[in-house]
C-alpha cells in the first residue's frame, strides 16, 4: 500500500528529526497520497495530462503546505 509506505519513511523522517515532532504521519501520507489521486483522476477524466514539470511542481508545492518551505 502506498499510504502505508509512505506513513512508514514520514515516520523515519520524523525519529531524524527532519519532520516536526509533533505532525502525525499517516495524516500527513493521507493528505499526500489523497491530492495526488485527485490530480490524477482530473488529469485522467479530462484528457489533459501534466507535464513531467508540472507533476514535480506540484508535488514540491504539495510537501511545502505539510512540512514548509525547504
Known sequence: MPLD????YLDAEQRLGR???DAD??????LLVGA???HAFLAT????????????DLAR????VLLGPA
Do not use: N, Q
Not at 61 to 64: D, I, K, Q
Open 36 to 38: 495526488c489521486f485527485h
Open 25 to 30: 504521519p499517516r495524516a500527513m501520507a493521507s
Open 61 to 64: 508545492r504539495l510537501v511545502a
Open 45 to 56: 477524466f479530462s484528457g489533459e495530462l501534466p507535464s513531467d514539470a508540472d507533476r514535480a
Open 5 to 8: 509506505g509512505l506513513a512508514r
Open 19 to 21: 519532520v516536526d515532532r
